[in-house]
Nanobody, 122 residues
Framework: QVQLVESAGGLVQAGGSLRLSCAASGRTIIATMGWFRQAPGKEREFVAAIRWRGGSTYYADSVKGRFTISRDYAKNTLYLAMDSLNTEDTAVYYC????????????????WGQGTQVTVSS
């Protein structure tokens, strides 16, 4: 089992920045961790993923160049730094973990955080 606890999101103006964190605990071996988001009335979508040991990163086209996923391996913590935010980034953001090597997908993740609201105002 893996428990994931996300930091609080927040309200930020367009063009601003925000960083989310996700603390992982448990004994299951993690291969991939990712960030996802779900806006009202839309399906959950992939945002970014990282290979837990190797550190390779993958991004959705909509956030590439603006968001950075990273992890502190020693602290078992995942991060998502979000820059140049716009109103279309408003959503509930979730972190997730998988024992599988995954890339750009929303499936295959067994463990999910509780979700945190990010609101970008114009």
């Amino acid at each position: 089992q893996v428990q994931l606890v996300e930091s609080a999101g927040g309200l930020v103006q367009a063009g601003g920045s925000l960083r989310l964190s996700c603390a992982a605990s448990g004994r299951t071996i993690i291969a991939t961790m990712g960030w996802f988001r779900q806006a009202p009335g839309k399906e959950r979508e992939f945002v970014a993923a990282i290979r837990w040991r190797g550190g390779s990163t993958y991004y959705a086209d909509s956030v590439k160049g603006r968001f950075t996923i990273s992890r502190d391996y020693a602290k078992n913590t995942l991060y998502l730094a979000m820059d140049s935010l716009n109103t279309e980034d408003t959503a509930v953001y979730y972190c997730a973990a998988s024992p599988l090597f995954l890339i750009k997908t929303t499936t295959g993740y067994d463990y999910w955080g509780q979700g945190t609201q990010v609101t970008v105002s114009s």
